[in-house]
């Protein structure tokens, strides 16, 4: 990543680990870091034009932070139309923020019933801990979406 990306993400990172250093619980270390992402929450900018390239098999995945700790990371998912996640959980929180297009989220019980459905537009931010982290996530747009998940 070039120093002009990474300066786009230094008032992100620096509230995460100011965050992530208070070693509280997992629901509210979730809600603080939605906060930071809220605050800080670049532009598809952040990529380079490469990087907002879509790739017709599948979603994208690019590392912009890992922590030298190992405490988060912060990744970029780039999304063409229609593109979609297997149903999966987390081990861990995470919170994510689309910075362009429309993601739709599918929420599933552990018995993969439907739970219930939402849109997130740019600006959106959400996350969630485990237990109750079961979704699948797709590119419901006619654009190119992109998400910063942490």
Aim: overall charge negative; charged content about 20%.
């Amino acid at each position: 990543m070039t120093a002009t990306l990474t300066a786009q993400l230094d008032d992100l990172l620096a509230g995460l680990r100011a965050t992530i250093s208070s070693r509280t619980d997992d629901g509210r270390i979730t809600r603080l870091v939605a906060d930071q992402l809220r605050k800080h929450l670049p532009g598809p900018d952040v990529l380079t034009p490469a990087q907002r390239e879509g790739d017709p098999e599948h979603y994208r995945s690019h590392r912009l932070h890992a922590e030298a700790d190992g405490s988060f990371s912060v990744v970029a998912l780039v999304w063409l139309p229609g593109q979609a996640t297997r149903i999966h959980d987390h081990i861990s929180w995470c919170v994510f923020g689309v910075i362009q297009g429309v993601e739709h989220e599918e929420l599933f019980d552990e018995q993969l019933n439907p739970l219930g459905e939402n849109d997130n537009y740019p600006g959106d931010v959400s996350g969630f801990a485990p237990p109750g982290d079961i979704h699948r996530v797709r590119n419901v747009g006619n654009t190119t979406a992109i998400s910063l998940h942490v």
